[in-house]
């Protein structure tokens, strides 16, 4: 017995050696893994200390080894994340939890952010817990999204969206924002290259469709065509591209942008027309004023009994190209922000008094004025005063066969409410919103009527300037009440 207990205990003094070499090995390959791994690793304590790093850790911090050893953890925590810290803290070392996963954002040297997965392993060392932490840093990952929010953020607030079309496969694929385009509000699950070209008008079908099929010889694709919306409403859209080839050099698919021009084409149109209007408006009075002076020229010697007559067209047709010079000049003040306001205290009625005494003097019209004749108002008495002629301008001309134009002045609450009132035809409700557009004239019943489509935009403007409002009452058949208001 005691041979063999001494033959059992030489054999313990033999192995206790070995299985400190075995600890020390295993201790030393565990440091070589922890310095030279490419993951930023450290290990913390129960106090979220920091007891030591690797150099991918201190690379990701942008820190030196002994700047960071010895902290804690929280001061390089992101304020909205240092809870989760708190919450891995009571899950290892205080219940026990033998790892841990939590995503963290981490305040780095130069005061920049870094993103990371944090998994934490618990381990013992001379009794004591420590915690083995591994963090995966996906910043780019954080940044792609950003990037790709603010992308689509972009390309919706331009009405823009970016797509791609595979020649091969017939795949195509889009950016968020490109059935919106279309007018869809629940997004089409199987866009290709037909469903693509059938959103267009006939002609532009066809057109979209020829150039597609030739864009692979061609690398550039630039295309504006007309679409029919789900709602039945027309839109102008713009479609761009560029082809990329295979690796057989030849052209695989293409990539490009679409977006709304809906607005750009209408303001071309808008522009076009007001161009075709104003010429014609201007050419009638300077043809006219033209032919005055002419007559004036002939007769200057001799002058007869035409002579007074000749004058007061002369002065008609100049009257009318300044009150048309005056609106493009309003119009272009309005739009470079120089349009200012000279406010004075003036009583309301007697610049309605004062504003159409020629419309009762022609006898063709009747105005007929009611309100309190002591309201007093602070505004600029002359722009107020036009936009009164334009709405007296807008009742000759649109309510003919009605003689009498009542125009009111009423007080309602902290504000004066100024309307004048014909009995015409009245305005079909359809066109209402579309009054105080620039450029706008609206031809009732397909009448043809004078004017640059500006005299209720500026009115508008003016009303805005002063802080009121604008607007109309009407009703087909019976008449229009045009109406602003101005704060007492």
């Not at 953020?153 to 091969?168: D, G, P, R, T």
């Not at 866009?191 to 059938?198: F, Q, V």
């Not at 469709?209 to 007309?226: A, H, I, T």
């Not at 409410?417 to 031809?443: C, H, M, N, Q, W």
Request: aromatic share 10%; net charge negative; with cysteine.
């Amino acid at each position: 017995m005691i041979g063999k207990n001494e033959k059992s205990h030489a054999m313990s003094d033999k192995s206790a050696p070995d299985f400190k070499n075995k600890f020390h090995e295993c201790n030393d390959r565990f440091h070589s893994i922890f310095n030279l791994t490419s993951a930023a690793s450290k290990i913390i304590d129960g106090d979220l200390t920091i007891l030591k790093v690797n150099p991918a850790l201190t690379e990701l911090l942008g820190y030196t080894a002994e700047e960071v050893e010895g902290t804690k953890i929280m001061d390089y925590a992101c304020k909205e994340y240092k809870n989760y810290w708190h919450q891995l803290q009571e899950a290892m070392w205080q219940k026990g939890q033998p790892f841990f996963k939590l995503d963290a954002c981490i305040i780095k040297k130069d005061k920049s952010l870094a993103w990371v997965h944090v998994t934490t392993i618990l381990f013992k060392e001379d009794d004591v817990s420590y915690g083995f932490t591994i963090l995966d840093d996906y910043t780019y990952r954080v940044n792609f999204d950003e990037s790709e929010k603010r992308l689509n953020m972009a390309l919706q607030y331009s009405k823009m969206a970016v797509w791609e079309l595979n020649f091969e496969k017939n795949l195509f694929i889009y950016s968020e924002g490109f059935d919106q385009i279309f007018g869809y509000q629940i997004p089409l699950n199987d866009w290709n290259k037909e469903t693509l070209l059938n959103q267009f008008m006939t002609e532009d079908k066809k057109r979209l469709r020829d150039l597609l099929s030739g864009v692979k010889n061609d690398l550039n694709l630039d295309f504006q065509g007309m679409v029919k919306t789900p709602d039945g409403s027309i839109k102008w859209v713009h479609l761009q591209g560029r082809t990329e080839k295979g690796a057989d050099g030849k052209p695989e698919r293409i990539l490009g942008t679409i977006y709304d021009i809906t607005k750009e084409k209408l303001a071309e149109r808008h522009k076009d027309d007001f161009i075709s209007i104003a010429s014609h408006e201007l050419k009638t009075p300077i043809t006219a004023l033209k032919a005055s002076l002419q007559l004036l020229n002939k007769i200057k010697q001799s002058p007869n009994e035409k002579l007074p007559g000749l004058i007061e067209q002369a002065n008609k047709s100049m009257i009318k190209v300044s009150v048309l010079v005056e609106d493009l000049l309003n119009v272009s003040k309005m739009n470079e922000g120089q349009f200012q306001l000279k406010k004075t205290w003036f009583n309301v009625l007697k610049v309605i008094e004062d504003c159409c005494p020629h419309v009762n003097a022609d006898g063709l019209f009747n105005i007929i004025t009611a309100g309190s004749a002591e309201t007093e108002v602070f505004a600029d008495a002359e722009r107020i005063q036009r936009v009164l002629i334009n709405f007296v301008n807008n009742a000759m001309k649109y309510a003919s066969d009605s003689r009498d134009i009542h125009i009111t002045v009423q007080k309602i609450d902290n504000n004066v409410k100024v309307s004048v009132i014909d009995y015409g035809r009245g305005i079909p409700t359809e066109k209402i919103p579309y009054l105080f557009d620039r450029y706008y004239r609206a031809d009732l019943n397909g009448g043809q009527y004078s004017g640059l489509g500006l005299g209720l935009y500026i009115s508008a403007e003016i009303i805005k300037k002063h802080h009121g409002e604008i607007g109309v009452n009407s009703e087909v058949g019976k008449g229009s009440e045009f109406w602003f208001t101005l704060p007492l």
